[in-house]
């Protein structure tokens, strides 16, 4: 299936599922007469917000674009996941509305579009087989090569493609060894009879032509019988790592690394989400809680009630980070780390300190724009200095903002730095952060952090 047959196919599904839920909220209005909803402008004011927040959820989940969409279990978790974040907008939205919908016909539309969402789900995946069957959708392709690339190339199109049958492999017998992983259909002089004889499409070269200038000759006999030939090129030869291609002007180009948040509309999606989240914990948390704890860290020790340093942000950029203070007043506070049992850590700071609590002015940071509410943890400049000469890849975290929580943070891997493996650690976990960044892992990573908060982390100190 090509890529234009994939966009009509999830646009049509986009479309359904809007009309169904459009459907839902129609057909509930007009059998419960006790909803009035044709009449009362409040329920036309309900029907834009859960169609927004429908609109919404899918674009936080990526539930029609991602890559694995015809695979019906991740789909439907997807949908899951749309429709729970859809339910706490629309929840959100009738506790600040101050209208009284009725019970039973949130309910029923509750419900409804639920059922209507498994019944989509279900059909449209016996759609797809049923297609794939009747109309051959599903393509034959052979494999050429023997070697780590056509086996990963196997194991795509078994796991993630309905469109794909691999039909045969070809490789010369003294380069594949006694006990293949997968049967070997012949040597490369066999493939192109196979080809004609199998109703083969598409066959994908992991050999390099540099070393089997046949290829050529077999690339050309194969356009010959209409069968698309595609090399499969193995960039590790010349970097021992994943490699990522990009195009410039149809100019292919190689990445060391996947950034999401290199992606424009990435950013702007965690830059909105930033915003909306830390003005609800500004506003919700911190203006009652602000007042409360100045007092009771007046009461414990002298000193201002907030602790500022300058940290290491975006580009290694500086800027001014806040906390509430949770230690003495000392000279080494912009040098020294705090430790287990660090005598400088006031009682009240030992409690913040265990609860996360002196982090939380650094949504003020977040709202500003300096950090990001998950990300890499800022380090005080000094140390930003002397981790970047112990290990290489230190500074490639700094790629994105820093956050008041991280994945490595809820990992394991907080607190002061103890040895170079613990660094090293913390590194991995946050570069892997980086090239794996979703809205959803956003979500996951605080509610970890909030449940260790309530659960105390024993690095934590």
């Known amino acids: ?37 044709f009449e009362v402008l409040e329920y036309h004011v309900f029907f834009a917000v859960i169609n927004l927040s429908w609109l919404s959820a899918v674009y ?39 209208f009284q919908y009725s019970r039973l016909y949130i309910l029923f539309v509750i419900v409804g579009f639920g059922v209507i969402l498994s019944i989509n789900r279900i059909f449209f995946n016996l759609l797809i087989f049923s ?14 090569g023997y070697n780590d690339i056509s086996r ?25 060894g006694d006990n293949p992983e997968f049967p070997i259909t012949g040597g490369l002089k066999d493939c192109m009879a196979f080809v004609k004889e199998n109703q083969v499409t598409e066959i994908y070269s992991t050999l390099a032509p540099e070393h089997f200038p046949d290829l050529y000759e077999l690339a050309k ?16 030869i010349f970097v021992n ?16 690394r996947n950034e999401p948040l290199e992606d424009t509309g990435n950013r702007i999606k965690k830059r909105l989400f930033d915003i909306a989240f830390s003005s609800i914990v500004i506003i919700l948390l911190l203006s009652w809680l602000i007042p409360l704890m100045a007092l009771l860290i007046k009461l414990g020790s002298k000193g201002p009630v907030f602790f500022t340093q300058m940290r290491s942000g975006k580009n290694n950029r500086p800027f001014r980070c806040i906390k509430f203070r949770s230690l003495r007043l000392n000279t080494e506070a912009n040098e020294k780390q705090v430790s ?46 002397d981790f970047s000469n112990l290990y290489k890849q230190y500074m490639i975290r700094h790629f994105v903002k820093p956050g008041v929580t991280g994945w490595a943070q809820v990992n394991g891997f907080r607190g002061e730095i103890t040895d170079n493996l613990h660094l ?31 659960k105390g982390d024993r690095n934590a100190f």
């Open 1 to 37: 299936m090509n890529k234009l047959s994939y966009i009509f196919y999830r646009t049509m599904l986009w479309l359904w599922d809007i009309i169904s839920l459009n459907l839902v909220l129609l057909l509930v209005s007009y059998y419960l007469d006790r909803a009035n909803a």
């Open 60 to 98: 936080l989940t990526n539930l029609y674009l991602a890559k694995d969409w015809l695979d019906f279990e991740s789909f439907y978790k997807r949908t899951i996941k749309s429709y729970l974040i859809t339910l706490l907008i629309l929840f959100l939205f009738i506790f600040l509305y101050h």
């Open 131 to 144: 297609l794939r069957n009747k109309f051959r959708l599903q393509k034959n392709v052979v494999i050429l």
């Open 152 to 176: 990963r190339l196997l194991r795509y199109f078994q796991e993630e493609s309905k469109f794909v049958n691999v039909a045969g492999f070809f490789e010369d017998q003294e380069r594949v």
């Open 221 to 236: 006999s194969a356009e010959k019988e209409f069968v698309h030939f595609k090399f499969v090129p193995d960039y590790k």
């Open 241 to 256: 790592r994943n490699i990522y291609v990009d195009f410039v002007d149809n100019i292919p180009v190689l990445s060391l």
């Open 340 to 385: 287990r049992n660090d005598s400088r850590v006031t009682r009240l700071g030992r409690i913040m300190r265990k609860t996360n609590i002196d982090e939380l002015p650094q949504f003020f940071n977040v709202f500003l724009g300096d950090m990001s509410v998950v990300g890499p943890r800022p380090h005080m400049l000094k140390h930003t200095e």
């Open 424 to 454: 090293q650690k913390r590194i991995e976990y946050d570069i892997w952060y980086m090239e794996n960044w979703t809205l959803w892992l956003d979500i996951k990573i605080i509610f970890l952090t909030v449940f260790l908060s309530i």
